[in-house]
T-cell receptor, first 112, second 113 residues
């Protein structure tokens, strides 16, 4: 089983739609959670951190459920420019380890 | 440009040759990571440095792979006796010790023919 698993996608949605991505992680020692965005043939860039109480940044809402080891990302009123791959990222600490573990990514295409 | 930079951006090499990639992190960052990404997959962790110390290596990092960060600044990743399966995007990232956000370079795309 992969440490971080995401919805396989791809998701094709019309402009203005609301879309949600899910991610589960297996390591209960995980302490930090993020969503990164990666455009085609580009490097990953941080979209938002995910906090225990849930957090919102404009049209984007991230939620964390530690009991179920589950993270979600909700995008409201989707734009064409939201088309990208969304990567769920987890950091588990233990010893000196502080690596970012990525999911495989969920591809989103917003259609006009 | 004060972001993470990687060189070269693209590398085509024949199977069996050695290749070396360079990463220059954001200057204030103590941590430096190397990842490998293949099409349709998320980045896979290879190794990580805190200053000049290599603190963790993935099992993906076979004995053909070696990474260094000699002065705690730039880092190199060398692949010896390249194989076709080494073809991938090699990404470098850096972060503060106490921080969590990692900033990525644009990557080096390796093609082994």
């Amino acid at each position: 089983r992969k440490e971080v698993e995401q919805d396989p996608g791809p998701f094709n949605v019309p402009e203005g739609a609301t879309v949600a991505f899910n991610c589960t992680y297996s390591n209960s020692a995980s302490q930090s959670f993020f969503w990164y965005r990666q455009d085609c043939r580009k490097e990953p860039k941080l979209l938002m951190s995910v906090y225990s109480s849930g957090n919102e940044d404009g049209r984007f809402t991230a939620q964390l459920n530690r009991a179920s080891q589950y993270i979600s990302l909700l995008i409201r009123d989707s734009k064409l420019s939201d088309s990208a791959t969304y990567l769920c990222v987890v950091i588990a600490t233990g010893g000196s380890a502080r690596q970012l573990t990525f999911g495989s990514g969920t591809q989103l295409t917003v259609l006009p | 440009d004060t972001g993470v930079s990687q060189d070269p951006r693209h590398k085509i090499t024949k199977r069996g040759q050695n290749v070396t990639f360079r990463c220059d992190p954001i200057s204030e960052h103590n941590r430096l990571y190397w990842y490998r990404q293949t099409l349709g997959q998320g980045p896979e962790f290879l190794t990580y440095f805190q200053n000049e110390a290599q603190l963790e290596k993935s099992r993906l990092l076979s004995d053909r792979f070696s990474a260094e960060r000699p002065k705690g600044s730039f880092s190199t990743l060398e692949i010896q006796r390249t194989e076709q399966g080494d073809s991938a995007m090699y990404l470098c990232a850096s972060s503060f010790v106490s921080g969590t956000e990692a900033f990525f370079g644009q990557g080096t795309r390796l093609t082994v023919v």
